[in-house]
């Protein structure tokens, strides 16, 4: 039993407030019973616990693709972009890099996740950078980067530092070397 003379689940879910008095966090709030008793109820954080590894975490980044994969055959089939060549290739390249960035597989790259994004590149950027960077490609000012966004930053004709640094990051990757045998070659293919 509590200070109050409280006892079972009622306990198990608050803390009396003439125990925990001095105790309050911003997740908690003060509610008062029908005798006039005070007592503070903790409410529960929104916190994800997300899969880093396994299947679990195989199939949240399949789905998340198949997500994008979706967007992009609609951006397709409503005919945006019609001026950049090769599209479908660039927006299954670019969906495989937003799905890379986008971590918790909310949809948006927010800032943690760019911070993130900035030192697996060899490039850390202080808070403030981060929060210009999200500015300059956030349309919908929500302080994150959708998918759309991205594409629009990617494939638009406006010039962003985020696109820069990762167009600069895409040329200095390592060529892929070809494994296995080479390909034939017949006369008609010789010089």
Known sequence: ACLHGNTGACCAR?????AQSTHRSRHS???KTTSGTSFI???P???RHLPSSGKAFGQLKDSQMATLRDQNMALI???AYEEVEELEEKLEKYAKKFAEYDLDGSGDIDEMEL???MEKMGTPKTHLELKKMIKEVDT?????ISYDE???MMLGKNSSILRKIIMFEEMNKPKEIPKGLPKKKSLADLP
């Open 29 to 31: 709030s003060r509610h």
């Open 115 to 117: 911070k993130q994004m």
């Open 41 to 43: 109820m903790a409410t």
């Open 45 to 47: 954080q929104k916190e």
């Open 150 to 152: 991205f594409l629009q």
């Open 77 to 79: 089939a409503e005919g």
């Open 140 to 144: 919908s000012n929500s302080g994150t």
């Open 14 to 18: 608050v803390l009396c407030c003439a």
